[in-house]
């Protein structure tokens, strides 16, 4: 079965301002953000990409337009299974003011259990990527063959819950996973099992210095902003 490029979008305008951005329209990537969509092609020119498959939010096909530009005879596909999670009534919302919240808690230690205000579980978040993952594996391998690889760009949490799944991790457990903008995550899938072969490879180990504010013990809910 083939391999599965997993890009999470680059540094956006919400990750910056702190707020939890969901399917809320207009969120682009800052400067940051599209000098990383610019750099990708490089980093994977190695990859023979088959397909790409892309959230339809702005700042996921603001992050893959420089490949497709670099890859002519490329084009997207949009897939809203593998869209950001629906936040609900907290899109939009500063994560500051988020973390009192008591649905944090569960977010936080019980994920299974949490279902966002006028939004989607984080159940049903998982399992809709995971079953896009599946039909375009299947669509890939007979288009392309079993060996190709093709490239997703997603969202933190859908990618941390895609990587849960491959790895047997129960959705309680995916908070202990991180994946920075502009990473990208590999996973190889054969019959009998999925292979996790990179996780949130940014090219970049700033992130892993010392820093004068040290991160929390709670995980970034939408992935947070990344190395300073």
């Not at 707020?19 to 750099?39: F, K």
């Not at 159940?123 to 288009?143: H, I, L, P, Y």
Request: contains cysteine; hydrophobic residues 40%.
């Amino acid at each position: 079965m083939p391999t599965l490029i997993l890009v999470r979008h680059g540094r956006s305008t919400a990750n910056t301002e702190g707020l939890l951005a969901g399917w809320t329209p207009g969120v682009a990537l800052d400067e940051r953000g599209a000098a990383q969509a610019a750099a990708l092609p490089g980093r994977i020119a190695g990859l023979p990409l088959s397909e790409i498959v892309t959230s339809p939010l702005q700042r996921c096909r603001e992050t893959v337009r420089p490949l497709l530009d670099a890859r002519p005879g490329l084009r997207a596909h949009t897939d809203e299974r593998i869209g950001e999670c629906h936040y609900g009534d907290w899109s939009g919302r500063k994560l500051a003011e988020l973390k009192d919240e008591p649905l944090m808690e569960v977010v936080q230690s019980h994920p299974s259990a949490a279902a966002f205000p006028g939004g989607e579980s984080m159940r049903a978040m998982q399992t809709r990527a995971a079953e896009a993952v599946r039909e375009w594996n299947a669509r890939v391998e007979r288009d392309h063959g079993a060996d190709a690889v093709y490239l997703m760009c997603s969202h933190g949490d859908i990618i941390k819950s895609l990587v849960a799944d491959a790895l047997g991790l129960h959705l309680d457990l995916f908070q202990r996973i991180s994946v920075e903008p502009c990473s990208v995550t590999a996973i190889r899938y054969t019959r009998l099992r999925p292979f996790l072969v990179r996780l949130g490879d940014t090219g970049d180990f700033a992130s892993l210095a010392p820093q004068q504010a040290p991160p929390g013990d709670e995980a970034t809910v939408g992935g947070g902003a990344g190395a300073p």
